[in-house]
């Protein structure tokens, strides 16, 4: 049974930093991923990161947040600064399958409140 776990998050001042981190187990994956879901917006791709470390970055957090991963332990973090009041949302983790990139797995998410 493949579970992805997020933990990390809270509540920052604005310029605070966070970091998230998603522990997965059940399989082996391929790209993973942090999104995050603002109230009343639609849930946006933050970062993505592959199994041999390829990144990338919605613009607007690119200089400010990292997506690393650790394949031999099955997580992923990702490390927030400087973080602002639009940063809040809840941030998931997901996670492709190793062999078919069109099965995917979702975590259950973590809040992320940015005050200013």
């Known amino acids: 049974q493949v579970q992805l776990v997020e933990s990390g998050g809270g509540l920052v001042q604005a310029g605070g930093s966070l970091r998230l981190s998603c522990a997965a187990s059940?399989?082996?994956?391929?790209?993973m991923a942090w999104y995050r879901q603002a109230p009343g917006k639609q849930r946006e791709l933050v970062a993505t990161?592959?199994?041999?470390?390829?990144?990338t970055y919605e613009d607007s957090v690119k200089g400010r947040f990292t997506i690393s991963r650790d394949n031999a332990k099955n997580t992923v973090s990702l490390q927030m600064n400087s973080l602002k009041p639009e940063d809040t949302a809840v941030y998931y983790c997901?996670?492709?399958?190793?062999?078919?990139?069109?099965?995917?797995?979702w975590g259950q998410g973590t809040q992320v409140t940015v005050s200013s």
């Open positions: 990161i592959t199994r041999d470390g390829s990144t």
């Open positions: 997901q996670a492709t399958h190793n062999t078919n990139s069109r099965i995917s797995y």
């Open positions: 059940g399989s082996i994956f391929n790209a």
